[in-house]
């Protein structure tokens, strides 16, 4: 908020004009580069898909959703992987089907 050149209240403090701040780097981690999805979708595309992978796909195939979302739990270890997991499997075999 900008300040009221009062000393006292909720906008209290000298009058300054605001700065732009630099982004830090750590802002940007975590975030994917050009570069490495293309060699992860060059990787996925030669290697294929893993076992599990190829299990879940045929649950979704049959839609035990449900069922999917359990074996990717048991594999992966938590609720969040597996639900992202889950979902692109549901993306790949959209994919094929088009």
């Known amino acids: 908020m900008a300040k009221s050149g009062i000393a006292a209240g909720l906008n209290k403090g000298h009058v ?3 700065r732009e701040k630099k982004l830090k780097p750590s802002h940007s981690k975590g975030k994917l580069g050009k570069r490495t999805r293309i060699v992860r979708e060059v990787v996925r595309d030669v290697a294929g898909l893993a076992p599990y992978e190829r299990r879940v796909s045929e649950l ?3 839609g035990k ?3 999917a979302l359990k074996l ?5 270890g938590t609720h969040l992987r597996a639900k992202k997991k889950r979902e692109e499997m549901g993306n790949l075999l959209r994919k094929a089907k088009k």
């Open 16 to 18: 300054v004009t605001q």
């Open 60 to 62: 979704l195939k049959v």
């Open 65 to 67: 959703d449900k069922r």
């Open 72 to 76: 990717c739990k048991k594999k992966l």
